[in-house]
């Protein structure tokens, strides 16, 4: 099963009954030997048993041997995971005295699982210390040949393979997906692929456009062309020529300059403005959105355009059996040795693993900073300081379920369904008057002081988020803060991005336009 050779195209299903199912896989979420995060066993297409112990299966990465799971705390009797012929799962707790949790609740006896709950991935907990992820799988393992675009999911798999299909063309491409996935480093990843990679890549992000400068933003502007107009002004056009422009937020272009993009995709010319001729650019369009731009009115023409080529990047609740490696990647980017991974509370790995991110990426990414600092600060953090939710998860000594799956007697509790599910939906709107400082400053500390998470937050449009942002004495405009300062929070946090404008508190993509102006330098959350 570990050969490297296997790629996309191989069939990793079966048919039966005219049903195509996938294959059983098992991911390790979490091991005090934390080298082992990420490895996989893939399991039976059709009805059959893994058994789960401490001896049997062999986890493996592409091109490497298998090895057990190995941990002491795990029992040598098995936890025995049956396929059923009805292509759902069955969990069949062993006689032993090892914790075995399911989605955060303790369990003894049985307990049956539908085709569409191992979709959404199963994290089982072993001994209190190991964490597995049940899943479907439809690709086989491979090398990542992208090391930006972390994950051994099938999702991030495919999303790497289409990637690679479209870096070596000049298609546009469009990125769809929600807030906080990666979109950003896809595009990245695309360009650093591509034949341009040595040339510029510039990103712009279209919420922060105006509608009056915006033309001249993008496509430059000849000296007189509007007020203040002194000398000739380069585009972004003409600054990524040769490379690649990123246009995040596709969906909130102005609309009098989405004809003007129509044009330049179409003959690859366009008119700086106030110019009496036209300019040529030869760089490639990439962008991405997370709204359904059909709904929104957005340009038809334009839209159909940047379809050439359309990647879905996948939620981070559609790749569950992601979050291992994701968390231990940010962790040894805050900083943490490997004695400290080692000692990382696996309970607090399970909270996060069995809840459902709706801010993605960035919002894991944010917590897990946050959780770094209170640990080092001696505290013990909860998930639910960190992120909205109607109570934690249900931790493991609460109680202890019998044979039917019911604590004593009681409904069976699913913590991550019901106790701490994440809201998947945008609020519902409201006034900017119900809007206090704090809700809009918790709101864009939530999501990295990115706009587009904290609007759907709180239920704002981007412009009236603005608005408050304005009017907020503590939220600073990002042009008006000195260069020694800037200097100083790059420094202190290695240019993060998303630390430096909590920090400085003030939003993250300004920041990044001030910093770009300046000649400075900082990361991407």
Not at 306 to 334: N, Q, S, W, Y
Not at 366 to 374: G, I, L, P, Q, T
Not at 500 to 519: M, Q
Request: charged letters at 20%.
């Amino acid at each position: 099963m570990n050969d490297v050779d296997n790629t996309l195209t191989t069939q990793l299903f079966s048919q039966k009954n005219g049903i195509t199912s996938a294959l059983l896989g098992l991911t390790i979420l979490w091991h005090p030997e934390t080298e082992r995060i990420g490895e996989q066993f893939i399991g039976p297409a059709e009805e059959g048993a893994i058994e789960v112990c401490r001896y049997a299966p062999l986890f493996f990465r592409p091109g490497q041997d298998g090895i057990a799971l190995g941990h002491r705390a795990i029992a040598r009797a098995p936890l025995m995971v049956r396929r059923t012929a009805d292509d759902g799962v069955e969990l069949a707790a062993p006689d032993s005295r090892m914790a075995l949790e399911v989605n955060g609740t303790l369990l003894s006896g049985t307990r049956s699982f539908t085709r569409e709950e191992v979709g959404a991935g199963v994290v089982l907990g072993l001994g209190g210390h190991v964490l597995l992820c049940l899943h479907w799988m439809t690709s086989f393992p491979r090398p990542n040949l992208f090391p930006g675009l972390l994950g051994v999911s099938s999702g991030a798999i495919a999303t790497r393979e289409l990637i690679r299909q479209v870096a070596g063309t000049d298609l546009a491409v469009l990125l769809l997906g929600e807030t906080g996935t990666g979109k950003d480093v896809a595009a990245r990843a695309i360009h650093q692929a591509s034949k341009r990679s040595a040339n510029p890549l510039v990103a712009v992000n279209m919420a922060t456009l105006s509608e009056s400068l915006a033309a001249a933003d993008l496509f430059g502007a000849a000296k007189g062309a509007y007020t203040g107009a002194q000398a000739p002004r380069q585009g972004l056009f003409a600054e990524a020529d040769g490379g690649t422009l990123f246009l995040d937020e596709l969906g909130d272009t102005p609309a009098s300059v989405q004809p003007m993009l129509l044009r330049v995709l179409e003959t690859g010319c366009y008119r700086p403005l106030g110019a009496s001729q036209d300019a040529r650019t030869t760089a490639r369009l990439i962008a991405a959105t997370d709204q359904d731009l059909d709904a929104r009115g957005f340009n038809q023409p334009l839209l159909r355009r940047m379809e050439a080529f359309v990647i879905r990047v996948p939620t981070l609740r559609e790749r569950r059996e992601d979050i291992g490696v994701l968390l231990l990647h940010m962790l040894k980017g805050c900083g943490l040795k490997a004695e400290e991974l080692a000692a990382f509370p696996p309970a607090l790995v399970s909270e996060m693993c069995n809840y459902d991110w709706p801010g993605n990426i960035r919002q894991l990414a944010n917590v897990a900073r946050r959780m770094v600092m209170a640990l080092q600060a001696g505290e013990r953090p909860l998930l639910s300081q960190y992120v909205q939710a109607p109570a934690p998860l249900r931790s493991a000594s609460a109680s202890l379920a019998a044979p039917n799956g019911q604590p004593n007697g009681q409904p069976h509790e699913q913590p991550r369904s019901a106790s701490l599910k994440a809201p998947l939906d945008t609020a519902p709107r409201r006034k900017l008057a119900e809007v206090s400082n704090d809700d809009l400053l918790g709101a864009l500390e939530e999501h990295g002081w990115q706009i587009s998470g904290a609007a759907q937050q709180l239920g704002l449009s981007r412009p009236s988020l603005y608005k408050l942002i304005e009017a907020h004495p503590a939220i600073r405009p990002a042009a008006l803060i000195p260069r020694d300062e800037l200097d100083a929070a790059l420094r202190a946090h290695g240019g993060d991005l998303a630390l430096c404008a909590s920090l400085l508190k003030t939003p993250s993509e300004a920041l990044r336009r001030h910093l770009r102006v300046l000649g400075l330098d900082a990361g991407t959350s």
